[in-house]
């Protein structure tokens, strides 16, 4: 099980940046590969970027490529998603989770935070 606190969406205009944040406990974050996901209105879940448990190695979904930088801090227990260039695309709840393995564009768990929505003007 995963505790997550999801913070720093808003509203940008296309073409702008946000940086979000994501505070992870109940478990041993350092352990733990983890991934920014987002729901879309009328939409389903899906995967945006997963990063290992140390951080060397990221992978991105092919929407968010180029665009999308995701990192972490195991001193401080956080998950971060830099979003550059912005698009309307992008609009919807953001949130993180523990994936099922590295390279996997799955959670490991149900459990889902608050999210944080980011919404992005044309």
């Known amino acids: 099980q995963v505790r997550v606190i999801e913070s720093g969406g808003g509203l940008v205009q296309a073409g702008g940046s946000l940086r979000l944040s994501c505070v992870v406990s109940?478990?041993?974050?350092?352990?733990?590969?983890m991934g920014w996901f987002r729901q879309a209105p009328g939409k389903e879940r899906e995967f945006v970027a997963g990063?290992?448990?140390?951080?060397?190695?990221?992978y991105y979904a092919d929407s968010v490529k180029g665009r999308f930088a995701i990192s972490r801090d195991n001193a401080q227990d956080s998950l971060y998603l830099q979003m550059n260039n912005l698009e309307p695309e992008d609009t919807a709840v953001y949130y993180c989770?523990?994936?099922?393995?590295?390279?996997?564009?799955?959670?490991?768990?149900?459990?889902w935070g608050q999210g944080t929505q980011v919404t992005v003007s044309s």
């Open positions: 109940g478990r041993t974050f350092s352990n733990d590969g």
């Open positions: 989770n523990v994936i099922l393995y590295l390279g996997s564009n799955l959670s490991k768990f149900d459990d």
């Open positions: 990063i290992s448990y140390t951080g060397l190695t990221t």
